[in-house]
């Protein structure tokens, strides 16, 4: 049994492109919920170990990595394992296992929820 929370995205109704979790911080003021979501998924990043590994699977070719080929970050095998379990925590990835080794994967979904929170909010014409 998981307790994993994912990083709620909502897709909108055409389909098209997917919303953030919260609004362009400069947008307004978040509410106490997307403060928490938004606080979640930057603590995670807020380490550089997390955030190299993050972008070492973002990165890697064709949107996946093997545990296998991103664990060189200085840290031990255990440490790695723990980084990705809080980057999983958090809704930044998702993995896979296929035989021995674990495949991470960062969804588009969360990249793209991502860059819209610190876009800069459109100026009413």
């Known amino acids: 049994m998981s307790n994993v929370k994912v990083l709620p ?3 909108p109704a055409d389909g098209q492109a997917v919303a953030p979790c919260c609004p362009p911080l400069t947008e307004r003021p978040f509410s106490a919920e997307e403060a928490e979501v938004a606080a979640r998924m930057f603590k995670a990043l807020g380490d550089p170990v997390r955030l190299r590994l993050f972008s070492a699977v973002a990165s890697h070719e064709g949107g996946e990595a093997c545990v296998c080929d991103i664990s060189d970050v200085g840290v031990s095998q255990p440490t790695v394992s723990h980084h990705l ?6 809704g930044l990835l998702t993995s896979e296992r296929r035989g021995t080794w674990v495949y991470y994967r960062v969804e588009p979904s969360v990249l793209a929820a991502m860059g819209k929170l610190l876009t800069i909010a459109p ?3």
């Open 85 to 90: 379990k809080k980057l999983k925590e958090a």
């Open 9 to 11: 995205l909502i897709e």
């Open 123 to 125: 100026v009413p014409a």
